[in-house]
């Protein structure tokens, strides 16, 4: 049984001094009364799937907030207010803050025509407002999110029997909990959420073997959706 008054915070973890950061940042977030936080950090994983559910199957909070160690949460309200949403609509499964509403054929969801949400954001070089559209209700149903914040509210098994890697497994989970019969929400944000300090993104590391991957595994998925 999934205790409904604990949030785990699960983090892959290479790098101890930025995770020590993005710690400071969720231990400095209001904790909406009569709930309590974990935080679970795995080292020296051979992938983030692996990792994910390493964390999964160690908490028994029903809220799990899966993010990259280069996260910074700067909304003091973070929780109460992702708990919002999920209470709006019991079948929204997961939340993310950057999201696309179609996956295009080549199942990279930052290519779609339909983005949505925003963040500080550093994957230019510098670090600057990633604006993209805004969510004019309490939030938006999408997809696919990006990967460097995934909350849920609901476990599934991420796929560590197809990927081993880096990349695509968010768009995996995405899809995962839409087959659920989920839904995945993006939600409002007056000032953005969470700063995402990543750098130039790395695309030799693996990035188009799991893109064959994801389309192997998920091409009948997303055809025709964009």
């Known amino acids: 049984m999934l205790d409904s008054k604990k949030i785990c915070f ?9 995770y020590e950061k993005s710690l400071f940042s969720i231990k400095n977030l209001n904790i909406p009364t009569n709930f309590k ?14 990792a994910y559910n390493q ?37 929204i499964g997961m939340i993310g803050i950057l999201g ?4 295009p054929a080549n199942g990279v969801w930052w290519k779609s025509q339909n983005l949505y949400g925003k963040v500080y954001d550093s994957h230019t070089g510098k670090l600057e407002l990633l604006q993209l559209n805004t969510v004019e209700n309490k939030y938006e ?9 995934m909350i849920t509210q ?5 796929r560590e029997d197809i990927f081993n890697g880096w990349h695509f497994y968010d768009t995996s989970q995405s899809i995962e909990f839409k087959k659920a019969g ?15 300090d990543c750098g130039i993104v790395n695309f ?23």
Not at 39 to 49: H, L, V
Not at 154 to 158: A, I, M, S, T
Not at 206 to 220: M, P, V
């Open 10 to 18: 699960i983090t892959c973890v290479n790098n101890e001094k930025t």
């Open 37 to 50: 936080i974990e935080t679970i950090y795995i080292a020296n994983s051979k992938g983030i799937t692996q």
């Open 55 to 91: 964390g999964m199957q160690n908490s028994d909070a029903k809220y799990k907030v899966y993010m990259h160690q280069d996260v910074f949460i700067i909304n003091k309200n973070f929780i109460s207010d992702f708990i919002t949403v999920f209470e709006q609509d019991k079948n």
């Open 100 to 103: 696309s509403k179609t996956i």
């Open 141 to 149: 149903i999408v997809e696919a999110i990006d990967g460097f914040i």
């Open 154 to 158: 609901y476990d599934l098994p991420w």
């Open 182 to 196: 989920y839904k995945i929400a993006i939600p409002e944000q007056t000032e953005p959420w969470c700063i995402h």
């Open 204 to 226: 030799k590391n693996g990035y188009e073997e799991c893109r064959r991957i994801f389309l192997n595994a998920y091409a009948k998925n997303i055809f025709p959706t964009d």
